[in-house]
């Protein structure tokens, strides 16, 4: 249970965080290089772990490696270029959401 107050202190820090900020916190969680799993990755994403399956599954996020039977991770890379994508495309809505006038 102890190990989840970092990842639950993560996810909220991140969650505060501009864009920016939050690729450097990703990066410095998560190397660029090498492959992790679905727990190490969570607390970094914007969604839980049944959308984190679906997505993969759907093509909306990248598609996991089965290392074995029992094992599947993401490459870092792929997850932190995810992470980039994702929070340039969101700070674009919001600031089309801003600029936005009332009756155009």
């Known amino acids: 249970m102890a190990s989840q107050i970092p990842q639950i202190t993560l996810v909220n820090q991140l969650q505060n965080e501009n864009s920016d900020d939050t690729q450097l916190i990703a990066s410095s969680v998560l190397p660029h290089q090498g ?3 679905a727990s190490t990755i969570l607390p970094l994403l914007p969604f839980g772990s049944s959308t984190l399956w679906e997505w993969s599954k ?3 996020f990248p598609a996991p490696v089965k290392l074995s039977p029992t094992i599947t991770a993401w490459r ?3 997850v932190l270029n995810w992470l980039e994508h994702w ?3 969101e700070s674009e809505i919001n600031n089309s959401d801003n600029n936005e006038v009332d009756g155009c």
Do not use: A, I, T
């Open 35 to 37: 492959m992790s799993r």
């Open 58 to 60: 759907s093509g909306k």
């Open 76 to 78: 870092n890379r792929d």
């Open 87 to 89: 929070h340039s495309d």
